[in-house]
């Protein structure tokens, strides 16, 4: 009996062990099942990160070139658009582009045509693209921007480019000036060997067939001012007189000179393409150019400062030369002024002429 009792006994033992045996490996499966499980989901974690990241990175890096070619685009437009309204004789050249994925910089040239001659007139460069924030200025000289004009008190200094060029000055006919330019009498001191360009103010404002009629014909004429302002923007032209707080608290009158235009902030109608040939009517180019441009300039959606001010200034531009019927006629553009270029010779014929209230030099170079 005793040795049935130990032989249950040690059968018991047995299949408790082998219990334990059995429950460990169950163990031991589970948690390799559970293991190879969390792997498994790391991997795959790993891998739809790595996924969405390279989907983020290409669409971010095709998104990046889509702005920057949209910027670039949309900028070159508008300078172009804006070349033919204003820039007395200037045109622009060659340009580069430097893109990269997320923005990228435009360096472009200008150059004058005086008496079918080239001029360089120096390079100005753009920035644009999805993280662009500022609009590099790196060369200013006189190139495709709006300037201001300056009062009349500045014209004891004329005015230069970065390159030592002469750069033009015009006066409003309705403005009544202390002094004007008389540059044509400085044709003395200029050799016959030299092409000039010339700024001519006139006394009052004409229709283009008027000013073609009166101009002399040994003179070559380049350019139109065309008279782009309405009644307000023209008074605050002329002389007049601000309030000035003092540090005291009193207030006093203070005088404001009367206002010159310079060529930077001039606009008008070239009468050469940016080849030298002349335009068979150059005023219909000019009224097309705006006209046919207005509404694509007012759609473009680049935050860029050059943008923003060439669609602000066509618009001005447009609606102050519009009839009611949103057309610009010829017979409606007043001419208030124009460039002529020559030699010293050839430009002697314009002094003493009723017309020419104000001259004005601009670039003179050699002819050869």
């Given at each position: 009996?005793?040795?049935?009792?130990?032989?249950?006994?040690?059968?018991?033992?047995?299949?408790?062990?082998?219990?334990?045996?059995?429950?460990?490996?169950?163990?031991?499966?589970?948690?390799?099942?559970?293991k190879k499980a969390k792997w498994r989901s790391i991997l795959r974690t790993i891998v739809i990160?790595?996924?969405?990241?390279?989907?983020?990175?290409?669409?971010?890096?095709?998104?990046?070139?889509?702005?920057?070619?949209?910027?670039?685009?949309?900028?070159?437009?508008?300078?172009?658009?804006?070349?033919?309204?204003?820039?007395?004789?200037?045109?622009?050249?060659?340009?580069?582009?430097?893109?990269?994925?997320?923005g990228g910089k435009t360096v472009y040239s200008t150059y004058k045509i005086i008496e079918g001659k080239i001029v360089y007139t120096g390079q100005q460069e753009y920035s644009y693209g999805l993280f662009n924030t500022v609009d590099v200025q790196a060369i200013n000289s006189p190139a495709i921007v709006w300037g201001k004009s300056f009062d009349e008190d500045s014209l004891n200094k004329p005015t230069y480019n970065e390159l030592g060029q002469r750069e033009m000055i015009f006066f409003y006919p309705y403005v009544k000036y202390k002094t004007y330019k008389s540059d044509l009498n400085l044709l003395e001191d200029i050799g016959n060997d030299k092409y000039i360009e010339m700024a001519l103010s006139f006394d009052k404002a004409y229709n283009i067939d008027e000013v073609n009629k009166m101009m002399p014909k040994n003179v070559t004429l380049t350019w139109y001012w065309i008279d782009d302002l309405n009644g307000k923007e023209k008074e605050a032209h002329e002389p007049h007189k601000n309030k000035q707080k003092l540090p005291d608290g009193k207030t006093i009158d203070v005088d404001n000179p009367a206002d010159v235009c310079s060529e930077r902030a001039a606009y008008g109608i070239k009468v050469y393409d940016s080849n030298g040939d002349k335009l068979k009517n150059p005023e219909e180019l000019f009224i097309a150019v705006i006209e046919n441009n207005i509404n694509e300039i007012e759609k473009l959606k680049t935050d860029n400062f050059k943008v923003n001010g060439i669609k602000s200034e066509v618009k001005r531009i447009y609606d102050n030369l519009k009839d009611k019927n949103g057309k610009i006629k010829k017979e409606n553009l007043k001419i208030q002024g124009v460039v002529v270029t020559g030699t010293a010779e050839t430009l002697k014929s314009l002094r003493g002429l009723p017309f020419i209230k104000a001259s004005s030099l601009g670039v003179v170079t050699d002819k050869y």
């Open positions: 009996m005793a040795d049935e009792k130990n032989i249950n006994v040690n059968d018991n033992n047995n299949e408790k062990e082998l219990d334990e045996i059995f429950e460990s490996a169950k163990k031991d499966k589970f948690d390799k099942a559970i990160s790595l996924i969405v990241i390279v989907i983020v990175s290409i669409s971010t890096i095709f998104i990046g070139i889509k702005v920057t070619q949209s910027e670039s685009s949309d900028i070159s437009f508008a300078l172009s658009v804006f070349n033919d309204i204003t820039a007395p004789d200037m045109y622009i050249g060659k340009s580069i582009r430097y893109e990269g994925i997320f």
